[in-house]
């Protein structure tokens, strides 16, 4: 990433951009990066956001337009007393996107924002299930169902 890339990732301010591009250039683990980085003032967690920043492409522009928007939740698993809370939260916010199914919300979702921020949230999956030892599927928000 060029200087300026960096620079609009989320949390990368008073300088950092130039620490983070000195040290990617001269580092083969992400564990000899954070060790050379951090300091005082950024820590290490803050480090590891600004990378998972990196992974995911979330820049400052994505942090504002999610905080403008009013956000999804996205239901991943629940119960019995899970549903019953789910419908009255639905009764109090009914502009509220609530998400029990990705595809559906895919398919009927008109708002961009939302679309843009779900795309992320499915990159995360696709990234995370990578790290699978058994059955490394990509594209698991479209194929599992919600945990009950």
């Known amino acids: 990433m060029s200087i300026s890339e960096i620079s609009q990732l989320p949390d990368v301010s008073e300088g950092l951009e130039f620490a983070i591009q000195n040290a990617a250039n ?14 005082k003032r950024y820590t290490t967690t803050r480090l590891q956001r600004i990378l998972l920043y990196t992974l995911l492409d979330v820049t400052k522009k994505d942090m504002v337009l999610s905080k403008k928007n009013q ?8 119960n019995k007393k ?12 009914p502009k509220l996107e609530i998400i029990t199914s990705v595809k559906q919300f895919v398919d009927k979702n008109t708002n961009k924002t939302l679309q843009h921020m779900l795309a992320k949230d499915i990159e995360a999956t696709n990234i995370f299930t990578i790290g699978y030892e058994d059955d490394s599927w990509s594209n698991l928000d479209f ?6």
């Open 26 to 39: 001269s580092c083969n683990s992400i564990v000899e990066f954070l060790n050379i980085v951090k300091s």
């Open 71 to 78: 956000p999804y939740v996205r239901v991943l698993g629940l």
């Open 82 to 93: 899970g549903k019953f809370l789910i419908s009255e939260i639905v009764k109090a916010n």
């Open 143 to 148: 194929t599992k169902k919600i945990v009950t």
